[in-house]
């Protein structure tokens, strides 16, 4: 059984804030892990997709780190802002399995005007 | 293009009856998804497809059958529902090939299914 674990699970921050959460995964057999942003009433949109240790992606003021060896990703906002406010799930997959693609159970971000 | 489309957007089953959900995409990937979102527990994989033919488990797999007889169309069947199936379900869909083997999925709207 895959676990992957997101902390926290819920996250209330004033706008202007930056804030980061974590993606806990297996650090065997590690193929790439994925970040997707979900607003609601929406679908997940994808935000970044990691494969290598110590990678680094940035997207406006959203940013990802990985480390493959330890099993964690953290994702960062820098300065939230209310359309910030979304679920934030990551995706495991690891290099045993063709297809398999298992996610967290998310952090849930309310940014406050 | 119409990306990942899902049919129907609501449902009300009566336990014991039986539906298919379906999901249609026209941008020619070969993996597809069915995951269902129940409140607090993110997304469980039900079953994926690697290519047209060929379906595998996912994590919650049980009272839930699937095929892949064309690329496009990637259908969920419940035999006998049961409240414990009342749930959202995405189906998402990637492409992969042996040079980009870590493109994102791409999401339907959602089939929101209510087991009373």
Avoid at chain 1, 10 to 17: F, I, N, P
Avoid at chain 1, 33 to 60: C, I, Q
Avoid at chain 2, 57 to 83: H, M, Q, W
């Amino acid at each position: 059984i895959l676990n992957v674990e997101q902390s926290p699970q819920s996250l209330h921050v004033q706008e202007g804030d930056s804030t980061n959460f974590t993606c806990s995964f297996p650090s065997s057999n590690f193929y790439a892990l994925h970040w997707y942003r979900w607003e609601t009433a929406k679908s997940p949109e994808a935000l970044f997709v990691m494969t290598l240790n110590g990678d680094e992606k940035k997207k406006g003021r959203i940013s990802a780190t990985l480390n493959t060896k330890e099993g964690y990703s953290y994702l960062y906002i820098k300065g939230s802002q209310p359309e910030d406010s979304a679920t934030y799930l990551c995706a495991f997959r690891g290099s045993s399995n063709t297809g398999k693609l298992i996610f967290g159970q998310g952090t849930t971000l309310q940014v406050k005007p | 293009n119409a990306g990942v489309t899902q049919t129907p957007k609501f449902r009300i089953l009566k336990i014991g009856q039986s539906m298919t959900l379906q999901c249609a995409q026209d941008m020619n990937h070969n993996y597809m998804y069915w995951y269902r979102q129940d409140p607090g527990m993110g997304l469980k994989l039900i079953y994926y497809s690697v290519g047209a033919g060929i379906t595998d488990k996912g994590e919650v797999p049980n009272g839930y059958n699937v095929s892949r007889s064309t690329t496009e169309d990637f259908p969920l069947r419940l035999e006998l529902a049961a409240p414990s199936q009342t749930s959202v379900y995405f189906c998402a869909s990637s492409y992969r090939s042996r040079d980009n083997q870590n493109s994102p999925l791409h999401f339907g709207n959602g089939t929101r299914l209510t087991v009373t």
